[in-house]
Structures are given as C-alpha cells and as structure tokens.
C-alpha cells in the first residue's frame, strides 16, 4: 500500500494463529492530512477519534487501519486497495468489513459505500456528505447505515448527512432492512466525531457495527 497508516492490532492477535477478526477503516478529516510518516501520523492520533482512544489505554476486538493522504479526500479506489491491501496483510474476516470517517474523510465513507457496498458489513460516517452519491443500490443491498452531524455544523451542511439518509430509507425503494439511522446533535458544530467515539453522547457505535456481518 502506497499510503503510510496508523495500526491497531487486537490483544489477542496472533498471525500464526487459525481464526479472523474484524476490520474498521478510519478515514480522517482534512485537518490530518499529511505523508504517512511517524511524524505526520500524530495528527491523526491528535483526534478525539479511534486512534486517539486505543493509545489512551481503550481496547478494540478488531483490526483498525488508519490510513494518512496529503489530502483527506481519499479515493474511492485507494480506499478499496487499503481494505484489499489488509485482507492480504492481516487475518481479516472479509465479511466483517466496516468504514467510519470524519468531515471529508466522511464524505469519502458516502462514496466508497456507493460503489463497494458489496464489501461493507456496515459504515458510519460522521460530518460528513452524501448528496452527491446514488445510494440506492446500497439502500437495495439493506447496507447498515449510522451518520452522525452537528445540528449546527457551519463547515459541512447538516443536510449531508440527512438528505442521504432520508434517500436511503424514503427516496430508494425498495429499502431493504435494517433501516438507515442518523443521529442529530442538537447545537453542535462540526466536531460530532469526540462524542460519538468516546461513547459520552451515550451511543455505542463499535458494537452497532460489529454486530453486522456480510
């Protein structure tokens, strides 16, 4: 894989062990882009986000690849290598495959579920838009959907996050199940990613996730 990455591998990780685990792609925002070197990569651990919390001592049952572009609007055929790329490289499920991302990271979350919805078990983008996306076929396929906003977020439009959704359980017909979910946060600015990792807005995001499979 061209981009350098930040990894998280489970406690109980063993590559020469039987048995596979889960994997959670974070894609960041563009206040994080950078090389991919150690250095660089500290922008991204900067974040109230998944990284950030593993190295504050938070353990995770799953693979976490963290990957770092010189901008954030990563492609989606870069971020189908990524997840190829891991699929080789660590002992991945590949049923059990899930994209968060922040702001723009986000954004490219809307477009990489459009086209490879096929290969997601579930993705939640937060802060992020979709408005340019044709999700129907992904509403079809019934692909588990959690976006999160700011109700006051001045940098990316709340309607990014609800147009798509309300496309993906109104618009597209037929919508098969489950039902995509949105969470508004009343009051917040651009930054709904802190509370919603960290769990202090009372959601579980990790579990909702793993709780699909292909």
């Known amino acids: 894989m061209s981009l350098g990455y930040w990894e998280y591998l489970p406690p109980d990780y063993d590559d020469n062990a039987t048995g596979s685990y889960p994997l959670v792609v974070f894609l960041h925002g563009t206040g994080e882009a950078g090389n991919g070197s150690a250095a660089a990569l500290e922008k991204v651990m900067a974040l109230n986000a998944p990284p950030r919390l593993i190295r504050n001592g938070r353990e995770f049952p799953f693979i976490l690849i963290a990957p770092q572009r010189f901008n954030a609007f990563i492609s989606v ?14 002992r991945v499920d590949a049923s059990r495959v899930y994209l968060t991302g922040i702001s723009a990271g986000a954004i490219q979350v809307w477009a990489y579920a459009a086209v490879h919805y096929d290969k ?3 993705i939640v983008p937060i802060a992020g838009n979709g408005n340019s996306q044709n999700l129907c076929p992904a509403a079809a396929a019934g692909l588990p959907v959690w976006a999160f906003h700011g109700s006051a977020d001045g940098t990316v439009s709340p309607y990014g996050s609800i147009n798509p959704v309300n496309a993906l359980n109104t618009t ?9 979910l949105l969470t508004l946060y009343p009051g917040v600015g651009h930054d709904s990613w802190g509370r919603t990792y960290d769990g202090t807005a009372g959601h579980d995001v990790y579990t909702w996730m793993l709780g699909y499979s292909l």
């Open 120 to 122: 997601l078990a579930a």
């Open 77 to 90: 055929a870069e971020i189908d290598k990524i997840i190829e790329f891991a699929k080789v490289h660590y």
């Open 172 to 180: 597209c017909s037929p919508r098969a199940n489950p039902a995509a």
